[in-house]
């Protein structure tokens, strides 16, 4: 359904809810979904471990996403404004609000480290294509990649690409480019999915996946780990979600936009892990998360069966739009605030943002390197700054101001319910999250 835009983000608005939907689906699928969530269902529980990730999934959406939605739609404009909005009523607002720039950093720490991985996936790509990586052990191949400034040339193009789809024209470009690598993603992975299942052996990965180990449910561990995948998976940051709600038309239901955004999330999760696990348990590899699982064991795989390089080829391309367009919402983040906080140009934005990704991460190419600056930045700021989000939304800004902005563009009344669940519950588990995640070296 194409609407006329209701002015809002000075950069311009998504043209309709498939866009939007789309674009915050493309922030969403990540890594995250791709080499952590397999792992995790089969680890702590298989089809048990639904339960607890279903439950906080759909809660983090209905209330943390659609928090973070309507914030920047009702402040018109991303990050730094928003929590300025929140808390320009209260005593010391001015200074608080300020903290806006640690979600703002946390987006630019886990743009520089998601730049860097993305260049090694499209080195593996390359790799596949002209079957390097097949022509010694993929652990080899990966180390050359991932050494000291081990991928300049492809670590540059990847933020090339990223700041030129950003530069196609502001919102219009994040919605073009999303709507065709999203659904390209997707038809790819259920490919992938398909020729997989005719591998021997494919069943146990199935049965890792799915026999529920119901003992797991009694396992603290479980619901930790459940809670913080649902997070991070959802790209509740108190960044890049305010920044696409910034660009929403008044018109939108953000309830309905937030629950279907948590849905394809929730379908790339499960369809990656029907790429990888039956495939992983083929041939009789011990199941891993992480760049181990992605860069070592899947060339490892590839070479291995018939045709392997073709079904190389769909697989890290796939991963790259999954990473391209979540990179591309947080470079947005940093781009909109600076644009506006500074009074810059876009295009000056979108290079200095680029240039100081670059800048950074070139020195934190090597694995260990990089290992340290993302766990970092998803340990400590990502979770504080969706915490702070959480706090400046439903108690700094005021009672009852983030349900009107819902409620515009919805048919039904936000219920009295939906603040409960969201103050009492929602914002005190953003901060377990935070601690959890500290005592347990990150759970996201
Ligand atoms: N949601 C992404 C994933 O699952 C990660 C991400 C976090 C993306 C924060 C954007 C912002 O991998």
Redesign the pocket.
């Known amino acids: 359904m194409s609407k006329q835009t209701q002015g809002n983000n000075r950069n311009g608005n998504f043209s309709s809810s498939i866009g939007f939907v789309l674009a915050c689906v493309g922030?969403?699928?990540?890594?995250?979904?791709i080499w952590l969530f397999p792992y995790r269902l089969g680890q702590y529980g298989g089809a048990a471990f639904l339960i607890p990730y279903i439950l906080f999934v759909l809660l983090f959406g209905y209330v943390g996403l659609s928090g973070e939605f309507a914030i920047g739609r009702k402040a018109k404009t991303g990050t730094l404004g928003s929590f300025e909005l929140c808390w320009k009523d209260r005593k010391f607002g001015k200074y608080v609000g300020k903290l806006g720039w640690i979600p703002l950093m946390g987006?630019l720490g886990?743009a520089t480290g998601?730049a860097i991985i993305l260049g090694w996936v499209l080195r593996s790509l390359l790799g596949t294509m002209n079957g390097d990586i097949f022509n010694m052990a993929s652990s080899e191949y990966f180390a050359m990649a991932a050494g000291d400034f081990g991928s300049v040339p492809y670590h540059i193009l990847i933020i090339f690409i990223a700041a030129m789809f950003l530069l196609i024209g502001a919102v219009s470009g994040i919605e073009k480019v999303n709507k065709v690598l999203m659904p390209v993603f997707f038809i790819l992975f259920a490919i992938i999915a398909i020729r997989v299942s005719f591998l021997p052996g494919a069943i146990e990965g199935y049965k890792f996946l799915f026999v529920p180990k119901w003992e797991c449910l009694l396992d603290i561990e479980t619901w930790i780990m459940a809670m913080g995948q649902a997070f991070?998976?959802?790209?509740i940051?108190g960044?890049?979600m305010i920044v696409y709600g910034s660009y929403l038309d008044k018109r939108e239901d953000i309830l309905k936009a937030s629950i279907k955004t948590t849905i394809f999330d929730t379908m790339a999760a499960m369809l990656s892990a029907l790429v990888i696990m039956p495939a992983v348990f083929a041939f009789g590899i011990e199941p891993t998360a992480g760049p181990s699982l992605m860069f070592i064991t899947i060339p490892e795989i590839l070479g291995k069966i018939p045709f392997g390089n073709l079904i190389g080829i769909l697989f890290f391309t796939s991963v790259l739009f999954a990473g391209i367009t979540?990179l591309m919402?947080?470079f947005e983040a940093v781009i909109e605030s600076t644009q506006f906080k500074f009074n810059i140009n876009r295009k000056v934005a979108v290079v200095a943002c680029a240039v100081i990704c670059f800048g950074i991460g070139v020195f934190f190419e090597n694995e260990i390197n990089v290992g340290r600056l993302m766990d970092f930045v998803s340990i400590i700021i990502?979770p504080f700054g969706a915490l702070f989000g959480a706090i400046s939304i439903y108690y700094a800004l005021g009672k009852g101001k983030i349900e009107e902005e819902l409620s515009q563009g919805s048919n039904s009344t936000i219920s009295s319910i939906f603040s409960i669940v969201a103050r009492d519950i929602y914002v005190p588990l953003t901060v377990i999250i935070f601690i959890l995640g500290i005592i347990y070296n990150g759970i996201g």
């Not at 922030?27 to 979904?33: D, E, I, P, R, T």
């Not at 991070?232 to 790209?235: I, K």
């Open positions: 922030s969403a699928v990540g890594l995250g979904n987006s886990i998601y991070f998976t959802l790209s940051t960044s890049g979540s919402n947080m990502v």
